[in-house]
């Protein structure tokens, strides 16, 4: 078919979708299911359509973005940055969540890039073998958010997570304590990371590490039942590091049930600096994280490289630790 040929009506056929489908993809992607929105896609490549009615002369270009969990204040932090410099620039974001299964993370990398996008932004560096083929063929720009790996070529913008998870570790040896047990969630590569520096300051000291992870999102209740099992297991705990802020304030209301003091019987430390830490008595240690100054950072780097500017590929945010009122 000649370009000038192909029609909506054309499109909607060989996809096997009414015409008003084709049009309601060409203006709002994000309102079509994702098989339907690929089909179309699909077909239109195959066809080299050019949209000839301006619907997408008049709509802004999307960036997506893959968030493991729209009920974690976490993302929303980053999606703020995001969002900060998307729209200063222009840009829209399509935003989809996985809720920490790679192989939904894989799918939707591969039906966001049927649609498009001028860039792509993940926040997990540890992908499917068939997520990583569609990201090394991806003709867009790809970045990172959240820790500092990523193959050459990939915007990494974050911070250390094996460190920030050693660092917290040693301010809980450094108060006195010595059975410190890690409060981990998903097992998520982050999550992984971090017990992996906690590992690594507990053995530097002769002591032994202790887990526990209900592979669970965090939340409050989780933090709490966690506590309950974590003293039936290992009675002698006198510390905990937890992967999230939310399991913190979890493990410190059910010490306060309990009539356990902190930090004097169970020294506690969560991790991100989340407003829940903050607002509790006494406020929780925690590794303060810049998810805001990720999202915009990344943005403006990937919204440089979609317009062809040289620019750096890895940036190292860094993060602080804040000894609260539970150390």
Same mark, same amino acid.
């Given at each position: ?72 204040? $976490?993302?929303?932090? =980053?999606?703020?940055? #995001?969002?900060?410099?998307? @729209?200063?620039?222009?840009?829209? !974001? %399509? ?13 939707? $990398?591969?039906?966001? =890039?049927?649609?498009? #996008?001028?860039?792509?932004? @993940?926040?997990?560096?540890?992908? !499917? %073998? ?17 820790? =500092? ?179």
């Amino acid at each position: 078919m000649k370009n000038q040929r192909v029609t909506l009506q054309d499109i909607a056929l060989l996809a096997g979708v009414t015409k008003m489908t084709v049009s309601r993809y060409l203006r709002t992607p994000e309102k079509v299911a994702a098989d339907t929105a690929a089909r179309i896609a699909q077909v239109m490549q195959e066809v080299n359509f050019t949209d000839g009615d301006g619907a997408r002369a008049n709509q802004k270009p999307r960036i997506g973005v893959l968030i493991p969990s729209f009920n974690n204040q $976490i993302f929303a932090d =980053l999606l703020a940055g #995001i969002e900060s410099i998307a @729209l200063e620039q222009g840009y829209q !974001t %399509l935003v989809v969540n996985y809720d920490y299964s790679q192989q939904r993370e894989e799918e939707h $990398i591969a039906q966001l =890039l049927a649609y498009p #996008i001028a860039g792509l932004i @993940l926040t997990d560096s540890a992908h !499917t %073998l068939r997520a990583e083929k569609y990201l090394a063929a991806a003709k867009i720009p790809v970045a990172q958010v959240m820790d =500092l790996d990523g193959p050459p070529g990939r915007i990494a913008v974050g911070f250390d997570n094996h460190q920030a998870g050693y660092d917290m570790t040693e301010a809980l040896l450094a108060s006195g304590k010595r059975q410190v047990v890690y409060f981990g969630a998903m097992s998520d590569a982050r999550d992984n990371k971090r017990y992996q520096g906690y590992c690594r300051a507990m053995e530097s000291q002769g002591l032994t590490p202790r887990q526990i992870t209900p592979h669970r999102v965090s939340s409050v209740s989780v933090g709490a039942d966690m506590l309950a099992t974590a003293r039936r297991l290992y009675p002698e705990l006198d510390a905990i590091l937890c992967t999230n802020d939310d399991l913190a304030v979890g493990v410190l209301q059910a010490c306060l049930r309990l009539g356990l003091r902190v930090p004097q019987d169970i020294a506690l430390s969560g991790f991100h600096g989340l407003e829940i830490g903050q607002a509790t008595t006494p406020g929780i240690a925690s590794v303060i994280t810049p998810r805001f100054d990720m999202g915009k950072v990344a943005t403006e780097i990937l919204l440089k490289r979609i317009k062809g500017v040289p620019c750096i590929e890895r940036v190292d945010l860094h993060y602080r630790i804040s000894l609260g009122g539970t150390i």
